[in-house]
């Protein structure tokens, strides 16, 4: 019933410290790219979604869709912002996504960015901390970190991961965004420099953490069966799938299984008629290293506990069986929250299209996004195939 | 090819200083009272719809759709909060109906709601400032009552509108609001009251202003053909139609036409397959008066300058020929900006189920909401029609 989806134009902005930009410079710049790589004309427009968390906290802005519609004249495309947290740019797109699944709008615009930079470390960690649960974890001084840091114990005493498999995802996602024009860090990385620098949260250390990053990303989207009218390299988004979690860590079953991630999965390979083993390239929301192996084996990718043993052998790098985070993933392109899941889906488009460049994935045909909320409490997942 | 969508379940707090309560407490009562209307048990929900503005400024929250599945026990529904200024709960609702009409979702919840009470009023005008252009408007302390002021001077010279017939908005509204328990005011007002009130911005007076509110209001989505399993009085969203404006009112051709609101009711009209004769009763955006009077003739009610003259005439009276604002609009029932577009939605069912106690306009089948955004540059509007 529902119609065909594809992506006909995506770009982004360089991620990172972008000083003397704004939040909606970053937006227009990142739209407005994404529109002339569609090649369509303005007037074709007809929804615009923005994923953003913070505009009215750190950029004194609301209603910020409404202003990107205004500055990049698509006005009178309908226009609105999505904020689910880290998850908004996934959120973003699978909104518009069904715009025109359901026959609503004929070309959609998304968008995602943030502008973090500029402002107090504390600040930034105080309104991520603004995602856990306000009785039970925040006024407790819970950070993301510090959940991440528990969560991470929890899966060591479980498992046979080790602060050592928590570098390798550092080094891999360093030389991948080594790699990545687009990437905050441009960084080579050795097991020792990850295992040695500063602890953020026990066992996390400043390598396990991704950077704050400023940034946006956009995507163009048309009904699949126009798609070529515009482009020799549409890219289809097969399915999506999205799904919560408790608010609390404490609150779940098995604290170590991610629920949101696993139904998420599910919901998305379903509606694709596809399965974990179908994908040859997928980014994963490693806002913190356990992140990658946890969302690994919760999609499907590799058995639970077993993660690691992918990273070991190389099956998750670029040149391996599934690379995983080619673009250097949210530890080395950064974290520009609302754009993220935006990114992750510019990202793969590239890698189907093969315009990755240095860090291009052998000929790809179909890709896994996962962007991830909260502390797990929100995930979302698509999936896109190559349309030729 | 899209699915037909029906409203099966809707509630509302009331509105008004909701002492001791917070968003989070709000959101949750309207949510579960809408999903007792409807019938249905919580583990049929697909996804829910977040309508709000101002979490994270007043509640130093963020990713709150997230939070209320976990309170009303949705898990695993996915969630996300929609941000649109005031135009949020409108923009929400339209959301609830693409994953609907798609095929992706068979139950969804979209509530919408705002905590703005016990802050100082200078904050909350300040933050709804925030909606103005942040380099043209914002920063030479252009308010929202400012904008409204301008706009209603400007029609006072081109039209035969007088601040009585402003007053009488406030007259109408007022009255319209002593027959709703949900209104936050329940206070005679004469056109004299409204006269003489004090000045805001003029020739606007406290009495051509909505009060700052607290409040939530929820509603229950389903695929039309499935609706008669729940309830023996569905309405079915016909249409919406969502568009935008220039950002700065002095950017429009004539800034005195509302061309997102002539612009969404076009769209809608054309989608429902009606037109706005066919309308019997409508909750307008009266954020100030002149907006219901602007509103009224760019949807096509009325001839462009002439809707005060129907006013007068009562015919936007409970008992006229098209009643707007049964409720008491934000005038008198109050404006908790995320909750507006979800509550004009919610007094609309229950106009069309004959639900609506004192306040009950002769036998409507079909209804108009139009949710409004910024100073009219994003508006929503939705056509409902009973569905028996």
Not at 333 to 351: C, D, N, R, S
Request: aromatic residues 4%; glycine residues 10%.
């Amino acid at each position: 019933m529902m119609r065909d989806v594809a992506i006909i134009g995506c770009s982004m902005t360089k991620f990172g410290r972008l000083d003397g930009k704004d939040l909606m410079e970053i937006l227009v710049e990142a739209s407005l790219k994404a529109i002339d790589d569609a090649g369509v004309s303005e007037c074709d427009f007809d929804s615009v979604y923005v994923g953003n968390m913070l505009a009215g906290e750190l950029s004194h802005q609301s209603a910020i869709a409404s202003a990107l519609v205004d500055r990049i004249n698509l006005i009178p495309a309908s226009a609105e912002r999505i904020e689910n947290g880290p998850a908004s740019g996934g959120s973003a797109v699978k909104n518009g996504f069904l715009a025109v699944a359901s026959g609503a709008s004929d070309m959609v615009l998304v968008a995602g960015g943030e502008k973090m930079t500029g402002v107090d470390t504390s600040t930034i960690s105080d309104l991520m901390s603004t995602l856990n649960h306000p009785d039970a974890e925040y006024v407790h001084g819970a950070t993301m970190p510090a959940m991440a840091a528990l969560f991470t114990r929890l899966y060591m005493e479980r498992y046979s991961l080790t602060e050592r498999h928590l570098a390798m995802v550092a080094v891999k996602n360093h030389a991948n965004g080594m790699k990545n024009p687009y990437a905050a860090l441009h960084k080579l990385c050795t097991v020792e420099d990850a295992m040695t620098s500063a602890m953020v949260s026990d066992p996390l250390r400043l390598y396990h953490c991704c950077p704050i990053s400023d940034g946006a990303a956009a995507v163009v989207l048309c009904p699949a069966e126009k798609a070529k009218e515009f482009t020799t390299k549409p890219v289809k988004i097969l399915g999506f799938g999205h799904a919560t979690d408790t608010h609390t860590l404490q609150e779940r079953e098995d604290p170590i299984i991610l629920k949101s991630v696993k139904i998420a999965a599910e919901r998305a390979f379903k509606m694709a008629k596809l399965n974990p083993r179908d994908m040859d390239v997928a980014e994963l929301h490693d806002a913190f290293a356990i992140l990658e192996i946890a969302e690994s084996e919760d999609i499907g990718f590799f058995k639970k506990g077993e993660g690691q043993l992918a990273l070991e052998k190389g099956v998750t790098a670029i040149d391996g069986e599934l690379p995983i985070n080619p673009s250097g993933g949210l530890k080395s392109k950064g974290h520009p929250v609302g754009a993220t899941g935006v990114a992750q889906i510019v990202e793969l488009v590239w890698q189907l299209r093969g315009e990755a460049g240095q860090r291009q994935v052998k000929d790809p045909e179909r890709a896994l996004a996962c962007n991830f909320g909260g502390f797990g409490n929100n995930t979302i997942i698509h999936i896109l195939e190559r349309g030729d």
